[in-house]
């Protein structure tokens, strides 16, 4: 039997990325979503839920508060922008706490466990996404099919289910896909999130000045939610 999961997150880009890992692991299912509290508690006297990924800062009610309005709650994996909330949120007897952006090893790690003691002491399977093996991807624009190696990307800018591909020597290309979505096709090592609607390659970053980061003359802020991953990543953090 599958385990029954609820997310409640305000940003749908978090509630989406948590929905994609959950779909690779056989044991779990989304049975519902939700970016306000007071609706998942709703939920949760609706339903049974077995695993509740909870975001901390939500407007109205917090995670935490929501927790504390709760007599019998199910696994709670914490999610957050903000690392100060770290301690105080065990006290309230989660599972895990995951700190944005959050890589789908780290979210295995926490939903590992609550399935690896439901399963007597069995190890849970589940793959990785697999390393590229190649150095270059395919977009499909305008009824054609176009190469790009990866040392040719710049950036890119998501908007909808559409993504603007920024190189070194074409004019920006309109691909449809979502920016989630063609973040999973790149090598994580070499691309970043720096925002909700920005993923760049990070070896073509120039500068970085307050909160933007300048490639090839372009001009790209980076989010809140992304700026500690980034600055760790490039040895500032």
């Not at 599958?2 to 779990?28: G, T």
């Not at 895990?96 to 090893?105: A, R």
Request: negative net charge; glycine residues 6%; hydrophobic residues 40%.
């Amino acid at each position: 039997m599958k385990l029954k999961c609820l997310i409640v997150d305000d940003e749908p880009i978090a509630r989406d990325l948590i929905a994609s890992y959950i779909e690779k692991v056989d044991r779990l299912e989304v049975v519902a979503m939700s970016g306000d509290a007071f609706q998942a508690l709703n939920i949760l006297h609706e339903q049974p839920i077995d695993i509740m990924f909870l975001d901390i800062q939500m407007p109205s009610l917090t995670g935490l508060d929501m927790l504390k309005t709760l007599d019998r709650k199910p696994q709670v994996i914490l999610t957050t922008a903000y690392s100060e909330f770290g301690a105080e949120s065990y006290e309230y007897g989660v599972t895990d706490y995951l700190l944005k952006p959050i890589t789908f090893e780290r979210f295995m790690k926490a939903v590992n466990k609550i399935l690896i003691p439901q399963a007597q002491g069995k190890e849970l399977v589940a793959e990785a996404p697999k390393a590229q093996e190649h150095d270059f991807i395919f977009f499909k624009a305008d009824k054609k099919i176009y190469k790009f190696n990866f040392e040719d990307l710049l950036f890119f800018q998501g908007s909808g289910n559409y993504v603007k591909v920024f190189t070194k020597s074409e004019k920006p290309l309109m691909v449809l896909e979502k920016l989630s979505a063609l973040q999973e096709k790149l090598p994580a090592d070499d691309f970043a999130r720096i925002h909700k609607s920005y993923l760049i390659q990070v070896k073509q970053i120039q500068h970085v000045s307050g909160n933007r980061v300048f490639i090839e003359g372009h001009e790209i802020p980076i989010g809140q939610v992304y700026r500690e991953e980034l600055l760790r990543r490039l040895g500032e953090g």
